[in-house]
DNA sequence: CGTCGATAGATGCAAATGCATGTATACCGG
DNA sequence: CCGGTATACATGCATTTGCATCTATCGACG
């Protein structure tokens, strides 16, 4: 049996968070070095991009704080920046007068389709030599099932 | 054949990035949350954990650039911050009179113990749950042979 | 040795971030 | 309906960050 296999529960876990956050430092410091994003920063992009997958076009912007790793005050800010750049527009929502719906304008859309081009062909120059698609498939599975049970606690 | 298998390789590696760094954002937030880093900022404690686990003690500041998320001047002045408190002292490079060696103080030593322990079993604690011992492993090593083959190239 | 391009780190300055707090609306118990 | 508490977002302010640039040293080459 080898020493991984008999060091204790905690450890164990440790390591992994560990190894995956190096990880991600390191495939995170190769993409921001991209040319991709001179024109903004990756919070930003990262902004777009989800808006860009909602299905229903407008989002609340306390859930947009959920997915980034940003305060809610910071995030506040961030869209206010978008907002004068003209890439989202902002709406009260409807049902709720404390909240504020976002969605992308028509220049936040090309804009989100031309970095984030270029965004997937550094993510997959990274990517794809290091790991074949099994082990892409399972990393994606793995890391899926942390975040679910980590957001549902 | 599921969606996934025949999805192109190229759209498989972002699906997979995307899914790591969202995990990683989930535990963050947990882990920033904790009253371990109300003291130190998490990229502080970094730079304290990754002096204790250096062999020699001392680091040099370029190396320790690479190992965290920041640019060169942040770092520069992060530990400018860390030996204002104490926590890390600096010494000329013997062989390079360009460079700055660090290590921890005793006060660093005995910070980055406490946070330390704290933090492992935070992470334990969200990590444990969700995924069996086998899947760690198996996480570890897949973000492992990631970090190895995008830092060689 | 002297020059020149490259590298390590520090610093001025503008921008981004987080904390604490403020304002407004929602929800709940009586 | 009224009062009290919780939630959503904005804002003042101090801290942190990154970019551009500066200084000093290194290493190569004539």
């Known amino acids: 049996m080898s020493a991984k296999t008999t060091e ?5 876990a440790a390591e992994t968070w560990e ?9 995170m410091r190769r993409l921001q070095a991209g040319p991709a994003f001179k024109s903004i920063a990756l919070n930003e992009y ?3 991009f989800t808006l860009s997958r ?3 076009g407008w989002l609340r912007l306390n859930e947009l704080n959920d997915h980034v790793l940003l305060s809610q005050s910071s995030l506040s800010r961030l869209v ?3 907002e004068k750049r003209g890439y989202v527009a902002r709406m009260p929502a ?12 028509e220049s936040g859309w090309e804009l989100q389709k031309q970095i984030g081009r270029e965004h997937v062909r550094d993510i997959a120059a990274l990517v794809v ?7 892409q498939q399972e990393l994606l599975r793995l890391t899926e099932k942390l975040r679910a049970s ?4």
Request: proline share 9%; aromatic share 2%; hydrophobic share 50%.
């Open 8 to 12: 204790s529960p905690v450890r164990l």
């Open 150 to 153: 980590v957001a549902a606690r």
């Open 129 to 135: 030599p290091a790991l074949t698609a099994a082990e």
């Open 94 to 105: 409807p049902d709720d007068g404390r909240g504020v719906l976002l969605k992308l304008t």
């Open 19 to 27: 190894s995956l956050f190096r990880a991600q430092v390191a495939v």
């Open 54 to 56: 909602c299905p229903s």
């Open 80 to 82: 206010e920046r978008l």
């Open 46 to 48: 990262d902004v777009l």
